[in-house]
């Protein structure tokens, strides 16, 4: 009897397992017929940005791992090693490519997984996975719709930060917004004429003075937008990292102006990181994450480096979402983040 009983219990293990596998390859397969659909994206502008601009990672990336292919007939503890030291020289980071290769290895295992390009679909879609996880990500500016907008700009000298407020200047006085920029970076010399050069080519409103400190400039600078009934604020800050205590107290007192003069806290803080320092930037953000309230990233500079990976260890490293790229030097090239279109972007010429 209890033999009859253990079988029919073995019997429904059996079963169930079956369900749940079946239920787990239905859910694959959704994600794979995802993402072939996303090769076969309409070839928008943007889209060729990301074609375009993710060339150096893509080259370096994808040709390695399309050799894996090639090179090894199992997937097997070498191929792992090798895999693994692919994704790390693309900048996706230690920690990424350890919780990666931890979900890989699972499935491969509970999928009994031994054709390749089966494997490189699980690449793809676990890479995928690590940015969006169970997140809405964004990369949509939160605009305040019945008042001024302030967007704060953070970051070390180096990065791009003056060019990407330009930019993002750019891009809302086409949409027909009107935008003043904030030049409160008193620190670095020739910052406020940079930025004011950018004002007059754009047609924005600029304010910014040398003589006070940076506090005061912005809290001036909102005075005269609210009287202009001004859309949009860029405030440009400086970027003295190795100093963080001194910084840290700036932009405290920055906000508690902004605070002051809207009744509100700034809409957004986006950071500016050159793509092309790599980990280092990745440090940048954690070191800011602890100063102020990051609410997006600015990436620059990502089409003049082969570590295009850094997207996806920026995620999963300080969970803030990339808003913006910058393939160029143009104010065209900076387009706001689209996690589909860089994996197009990167994967393009291994579907």
Do not use: H
Request: proline fraction near 1%; hydrophobic fraction near 40%; include cysteine.
């Amino acid at each position: 009897m209890g033999s009859v009983r253990g079988s029919e219990t073995s019997l429904s293990l059996t079963r169930k397992r079956g369900v749940v596998e079946t239920c787990l390859l239905d859910v694959t397969m959704k994600i794979f017929d995802k993402m072939k659909n996303l090769f076969k994206k309409e070839k928008t502008e943007e889209v060729e940005k990301y074609e375009k601009g993710l060339t150096k990672t893509r080259e370096n990336f994808v040709n390695k791992l399309s050799l894996l292919g090639i090179k090894y007939t199992k997937i097997d503890d070498k191929f792992y090693e090798e895999l693994e030291e692919i994704l790390i020289m693309a900048d996706i980071g230690v920690k990424t490519t350890s919780i990666f290769m931890d979900k890989l290895k699972k499935r491969v295992k509970e999928e009994n997984i031994t054709d390749f390009n089966y494997l490189k679909e699980v690449i793809v879609d676990e890479l995928f996975l690590i940015y969006v996880g169970n997140e809405q990500l964004t990369s949509k500016i939160n605009y305040n719709k019945n008042d001024l907008t302030t967007i704060l700009f953070v970051g070390v000298n180096g990065v791009g930060k003056t060019t990407s407020i330009a930019k993002l200047a750019s891009k809302l006085k086409s949409e027909g917004k009107s935008v003043m920029l904030i030049g409160a970076d008193t620190f670095r010399a020739g910052a406020k004429e940079q930025l004011n050069e950018w004002a007059n080519r754009l047609n924005a409103e600029f304010y910014g003075r040398d003589d006070i400190d940076p506090a005061s400039v912005v809290y001036d600078g909102l005075e005269i937008a609210k009287q202009k009934n001004i859309d949009v604020v860029l405030i440009d800050t400086a970027g003295r990292l190795q100093n963080k205590l001194n910084l840290m107290k700036e932009l405290e007192k920055i906000n508690k102006v902004i605070e002051k003069q809207l009744e509100r806290k700034v809409d957004e803080t986006l950071l500016v990181i050159d793509a092309s320092t790599g980990q280092n930037g990745i440090s940048q953000a954690k070191s800011f994450k602890e100063i102020c309230n990051i609410t997006g990233i600015i990436l620059t500079k990502l089409d003049g480096t082969a570590k295009g990976g850094i997207v996806l260890a920026i995620k999963e490293e300080v969970n803030i979402p990339v808003k913006y790229v910058g393939f160029g030097e143009k104010v065209e090239d900076m387009i706001p983040f689209d996690i589909e279109s860089y994996i197009y972007g990167l994967f393009k010429e291994w579907n």
